[in-house]
């Protein structure tokens, strides 16, 4: 963003990337775990957590998942590396075995499920509704560009990274769709749509919630899930100080957030306040009945704008690239099939979902949320106009 549109546009990126983007991608992922966790406690049965609010659990809870992963990450690179393994492992077997579970046993409201389900949404879809869907959905999918932010961090990024991206978002795919139909065959397309739980819904339908066999396995995918969510939240938190230490090697007011310990190999400054301020936004979110909504549409614009922008940038780049031939060596080895077509194609996605977010928000009244944010964009538009190149940019610059 920076080579393509210049130092403001890029510290806007890195200023909303660090008080509103990922703060909205971990604590909408917090919400999820927290409800899951809720859940796998049981609180009928544990008397000091059911005497507290629904809302007040899982504020709680959240913010436990949050500093805990984030004490995990200050003690090393190599222990989160770890973690974030074994927590991709785990979600994936326990989403398989919720498939499994799900086809062994087919609910009867499940049958022609593919036909109803099209025809009760094809006289009410509108374009509108079908890119305010499309804001979730693809927010499930959210995480297939991290790998790109530790390139540096990879052997043999040339091959490697594009292997992973390919690789990732293939399987990514792959189990969304599978897990998806295996809920809508297990208790129906309404049910699916109206559940807040939907994982355990479907053990429940399965195993009854009466017998023992039910209950433990409704708490096994109870827990499985909340894995889930903590591996999605530890992603964030490895790959997103690397964009504050790059932000902070460039501008001199957040050059704190570029300091890069040795013994842990993180930037902790970055993770610590990163940890703080998702902390805070959730919890204003948590004002609102519904949370998990308004993290994801309040967040959402911004995430997609500068992605549409990071596709337009590869075109802003060849364009410069062309005139100078010392880029053309530095570029040339990466390719872009049917380019200018891929970019385009996904800039326009891009800002329609902005715009289906933005829609979404006016509609609903969270105007609180939306203002807070919207202040804080206002402060790092004007800090992005002003602030002036750190000494290590302009020798980067001049070289």
């Known amino acids: 963003l920076k080579q393509a549109f210049g130092r403001a546009v890029a510290f806007m990126f890195a200023w909303a990337t660090f008080w509103i983007i990922r703060p909205g991608n971990i604590g909408a992922m917090a919400l999820t775990f927290a409800i899951y966790f809720d859940q796998l406690l049981s609180v009928k049965s544990i008397p000091w957590p059911g005497l507290l609010p629904d809302q007040t659990r899982h504020l709680a809870y959240a913010v436990l998942a949050v500093v805990l992963l984030s004490v995990t990450n200050l003690i090393g690179l190599r222990q989160g590396k770890w973690v974030q393994n074994v927590l991709t492992v785990t979600k994936i077997l326990g989403l398989l075995s919720i498939v499994a579970l799900a086809f062994s046993a087919p609910s009867t409201a499940g049958t022609g499920v593919a036909s109803s389900a099209l025809s009760t949404t094809a006289s009410t879809l509108t374009a509108s509704g079908w890119l305010l869907a499309m804001v979730f959905i693809m927010f499930s999918f959210g995480g297939w560009n991290d790998l790109a932010f530790v390139a540096n961090e990879i052997r043999s990024p040339e091959r490697n990274l594009f292997r992973a991206l390919i690789c990732g978002s293939i399987i990514v795919t792959a189990i969304y769709l599978i897990v998806n139909i295996a809920f809508v065959v297990a208790i129906g397309f309404s049910a699916v749509a109206s559940s807040d739980a939907v994982a355990t819904d479907v053990v429940t339908a399965a195993l009854g919630s009466e017998s023992l066999m039910g209950r433990k396995a409704t708490q096994i995918i109870a827990g499985l899930i909340c894995i889930s969510c903590l591996g999605a939240i530890n992603g964030i938190i490895i790959t997103s100080p690397r964009i504050y230490y790059a ?153």
Request: with cysteine.
């Open 247 to 399: 932000a902070g090697r460039d501008f001199e007011l957040i050059r704190g957030l570029g300091r890069w310990d040795a013994r842990s190999n993180q930037p902790w400054q970055a993770t610590v306040t990163q940890a703080a301020v998702t902390i805070g936004l959730f919890s204003l979110c948590f004002q609102y009945e519904n949370p998990f909504d308004v993290i994801v549409v309040v967040s959402a614009p911004f995430f997609w704008t500068f992605l549409g922008l990071t596709g337009l940038s590869l075109i802003v780049l060849r364009m410069k690239q062309d005139k100078d031939s010392h880029r053309t060596t530095e570029m040339g080895s990466f390719r872009v099939p049917f380019f200018p077509i891929p970019p385009i194609i996904l800039a326009i996605a891009c800002f329609s979902m902005s715009w289906s977010s933005i829609r979404y928000v006016i509609q609903q009244g969270f105007w609180k949320a939306a203002g807070v944010v919207i202040v804080f964009m206002i402060i790092g538009i004007c800090l992005g106009l002003i602030l002036k190149p750190t000494v290590d940019e302009m020798a980067r610059i001049e070289d």
